[in-house]
């Protein structure tokens, strides 16, 4: 199903190395908005031990965003010295690829974090990436996001009464 990620988390730092690598995944993209920083822009430090503690154990890591913002983006990937892709037009496959160019990696090899379905997840299994949906840290979007998220609502509800009956 293009709309249920292969995985469901409460928060980026929910992602262990342990997890990862049950899956084989040596590369993480990451999306920013509400998935690393808040409508604010603001980061939990835990943020930067997690991802760390994910380079010390060999995965490559790459910031792949659709904000058209490049200096709020260049900042995340300052804090946490990771590569960037910015207007990345998720979920088409175009940033998707560019990462997996920049990481060396296979798409089976990398896993996808975001917040959002219809581009963070979509994208991801599009390209056969392992997508990683987690909770958007803040309530507040902006605007066209907010309209999206109802939509989401259901549609996280049905994937998990489906991932419960399958548990069942
Ligand atoms: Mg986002």
Redo the contacts with the bound molecule.
């Keep these: 199903m293009i709309l249920y990620p292969n995985l469901y988390c409460k928060n980026v730092l929910a992602i262990t190395v342990d997890i990862l690598q049950k899956n084989n995944i040596k590369g993480l993209i990451l999306?920013?908005?509400?998935?690393l920083i808040d409508i604010d822009r603001n980061m939990d430090p835990k943020v930067k031990d997690w991802v760390d503690e994910l380079k010390e154990n060999g995965i490559k890591l790459c910031i792949v965003s659709n904000t058209n913002k490049v200096d709020k983006v260049k900042k995340v990937s300052e804090t946490l010295d990771l590569p960037y892709f910015y207007f990345a037009k998720k979920p088409l496959k175009s940033g998707f690829k560019k990462a997996k160019e920049l990481l060396k990696l296979e798409y089976k090899e990398i896993a996808a974090v975001?917040?959002?379905i219809m581009t963070?997840v979509v994208g991801a299994n599009r390209c056969k990436i392992f997508s990683i949906l987690v909770e958007?840290i803040s309530e507040k979007d902006i605007f066209i996001t907010k309209i999206k998220r109802p939509i989401e609502k259901i549609i996280i509800n049905r994937y998990l009464s489906k991932i419960k009956k399958e548990k069942v």
């Design positions: 999306d920013v908005d509400n998935t975001g917040d959002q963070d958007p």
